[in-house]
């Protein structure tokens, strides 16, 4: 069983949806980061959460410590979010990334 | 992101050549990282740098060794490249209060 879980693997979604990615984690962490990558493209750090919530745009990330669990949602979806999100985990200043969702916002 | 540039962004080279990346940061962090991507394996860790001359092995670490002689360069060497080294490569840095930062990739294809 991977340390970290992500779900979905793959999300398809119509342009304006709500959309949710879940991560799930079993190891002590220091802090969670959500991070994206675009096709052939550079990895780009979205959140780093610790505990509770943030909010940037229509981008909202939520952690919640005890159930060892984070979510991150996108509202008002557009296919410029089409992309990988990957969720990683900080344990003992190294990184444990998730295997990422793939999202294709449709127009 | 202008903290971090990786070189090459791409590079061709034949089996059992030496081959060096660079990674150099201006942004002074001390955590410095190697990572490779391929498909169905996500990003693993090669080696690690905590500090100038101090290195760690990664999960995948094996044909790999690096170097940190001064705080903003991380150099990633193949010893003898073999195809099974074909890869994109990342380079990150890392600190508490900024997270991580990762650099655009090199792709390297081993032939």
């Known amino acids: 069983k991977n340390e970290v879980e992500q779900s979905p693997q793959n999300l398809t979604a119509q342009e304006g949806e709500f959309i949710t990615i879940n991560c799930s984690y079993s190891?002590?962490?220091?802090?969670l980061h959500w991070l994206q990558q675009h096709p052939g493209g550079g990895i780009v750090s979205l959140f780093m959460?610790?505990?509770g919530k943030k909010k940037h745009g229509r981008l909202i990330a939520t952690i919640n410590i005890q159930e060892k669990h984070s979510s991150l949602h996108i509202t008002a979806s557009h296919p410029r979010d089409s992309a990988v999100y990957i969720c990683?985990?900080?344990?003992?200043?190294?990184?444990?990334f998730g295997t990422g969702t793939r999202l294709q916002v449709f127009p | 992101d202008a903290g971090i540039t990786q070189s090459p962004r791409h590079k061709v080279t034949e089996t059992g050549t030496p081959v060096t990346l660079r990674c150099h940061q201006t942004?002074?962090?001390?955590?410095m990282y190697w990572y490779r991507q391929d498909p169905g394996h996500g990003l693993r860790l090669i080696h690690y740098?905590?500090?100038?001359?101090?290195?760690d092995k990664g999960e995948v670490s094996d044909g790999y060794s690096v170097s940190r002689s001064k705080t903003e360069d991380f150099l990633l060497t193949l010893e003898s490249a073999t195809s099974s080294q074909t890869s994109v490569y990342f380079c990150?840095?890392?600190?508490?209060?900024?997270?991580?930062?990762f650099g655009s990739g090199t792709r390297l294809t081993v032939v």
């Open positions: 190891v002590g962490i220091s802090a």
């Open positions: 990683a985990v900080d344990n003992t200043d190294k990184l444990i």
């Open positions: 942004e002074n962090h001390r955590y």
């Open positions: 990150a840095i890392s600190s508490n209060r900024d997270g991580y930062t």
């Open positions: 959460l610790s505990s």
């Open positions: 740098s905590y500090g100038v001359k101090d290195t």
